[in-house]
């Protein structure tokens, strides 16, 4: 029973050297250690910590017996009796959602990527802009082009620093499933149709938002 995929399963982000954000209470620390070979996990800030089904305990915050029900539901637990066949279809099961969620994070990391570059594009129109306001006197012209430059900087900050993480990740799914044409677009297409499509402004707020 992989505990890298359980923790996938879970909602678990991106690991670094072996660690990952305690996800569940909003942690943006790299607290959370997993050790793949021994099946065990540490939480470095409230010291505590145990193997998958502790893991899954604490995510949920169910007790043993929803945890096992859990495990079961996913396919991490067989049972004893499962045929060759079963087992065969499990390992295949594990595999296809295992590639498809490969899959979703790369199509989100090229969004992702795509958003950055359009921001860097935008703050570079901006600073034009507000340069030739302040040699104008355009006080009004300036002032919004200040608050636009500061808004976008933090929404490219928070790009940078969260662009793996599953909260981003969501956020682009739920872009996918709402507007799944701009999505393949911008994946496909790149930054130059961010440019263009109406919607841009929205994705800001909605996907960027959190960086204010």
């Known amino acids: 029973m992989s505990i890298i995929a359980a923790w996938r399963d879970l909602g678990g982000g991106p690991l670094r050297h072996g660690r990952g954000r305690a996800f569940w209470r909003g942690g943006d620390g790299w607290n959370i250690s997993l050790d793949p070979q021994h099946g065990r996990w540490y939480d470095h800030a409230h010291g505590e910590g145990g193997g998958v089904l502790r893991l899954v305990q604490t995510v949920l915050g169910c007790d043993k017996a929803g945890a096992l029900a859990w495990l079961t539901a996913r396919g991490f637990l067989q049972d004893r009796q499962s045929t060759p066949e079963g087992r065969r279809e499990f390992a295949r099961r594990r595999a296809a959602t295992e590639k498809e969620a490969a899959a979703l994070a790369s199509r989100a990391q090229s969004f992702y990527r795509h958003v950055e570059r359009q921001l860097d594009r935008e703050l ?6 507000l340069a030739w306001a302040i040699e104008n006197d355009a006080e009004v012209l300036g002032n919004a082009a200040g608050e636009m430059i500061a808004e976008r900087t933090r929404s490219l900050h928070w790009v940078r620093d969260h662009a793996t993480d599953r909260e981003m990740i969501d956020g682009f799914r ?11 677009r911008i994946v496909t297409v790149g930054a130059a149709d961010l440019a263009r499509c109406r919607e841009w402004g929205q994705i800001i707020v909605d996907l960027l938002g959190r960086a204010a």
């Open 124 to 129: 570079a129109q901006l600073s034009v802009v």
């Open 174 to 184: 739920h872009v996918e499933r709402q507007r799944p044409d701009l999505a393949r």
